[in-house]
């Protein structure tokens, strides 16, 4: 890696935005990467520095570019749930279907994560699939009440993805729902929100 390359990882990392600027008109590759294969909007991602993101956007770089864990720095909004670094990364078309190790898309961790308004607005703001497995057999919903504490936060969650259309009575793996989760781990207000009309739970 070459020195000026170097200098616009380090700075898109620490979310030095002059720093940065300086790299790229000193002729750094955009899509230059570290010893784990993160570019510097990755790296800006990683760390939520919005500004540095816009920059490198401006500039060309891709959101979709992966490291060597399958991060992108679109995947990452899901994971640090920046609704802010989200409305950044759209103008440069980030892919809505790309998947991370888990093979699931942003949706997911930030459903599981409980990154309420995340979930709110990228649900509202593209037509990302509200309904996709990952590799473990789950949805967005799924993890939302698997992997969640059954609060207020992931209570919230789960009302978001229903308005949004998500399958209610679609299992994972083993054929248990949201709401048979719900059920089993004592989460009275999720096992309220995930039954329909009719009490079963089983449709949208």
């Known amino acids: 890696m070459n020195a000026v390359d170097h200098r616009l990882l380090d700075a898109a990392r620490t979310g030095d935005t002059a720093g940065v600027r300086a790299a790229i008109e000193g002729g750094a590759r955009v899509e230059a990467r570290d010893g784990e294969l993160r570019t510097p909007l990755l790296l800006a991602a990683l760390g939520d520095h919005v500004e540095v993101a816009r920059l490198l956007v401006g500039a060309g770089a891709s959101p979709d570019a992966q490291d ?74 799924l993890e939302a009440v698997i992997l969640g504490d059954g609060g207020r936060a992931h209570q919230a969650i789960v009302e978001v993805l229903l308005e949004a259309g998500a399958t209610r009575g679609l299992p994972d793996g083993d054929g248990v729902t949201a709401l048979q989760h719900a059920e089993r781990r004592g989460f009275t207000e999720m096992v309220a929100l995930l039954r329909d009309a009719h009490g079963t739970g089983d449709s949208r």
């Open 68 to 141: 060597s864990r399958e991060d992108s720095a679109w995947l990452v909004t899901g994971v640090t749930g920046s609704v802010a670094m989200l409305h950044v990364l759209l103008p440069a078309g980030p892919d809505l279907t790309l998947r991370n190790r888990f093979g699931g898309i942003s949706l997911i961790p930030a459903s599981e994560r409980g990154h309420v308004a995340y979930v709110r607005e990228v649900l509202r703001v593209t037509d990302i699939d509200v309904d996709h497995v990952n590799r473990l057999g789950w949805t967005a919903l």
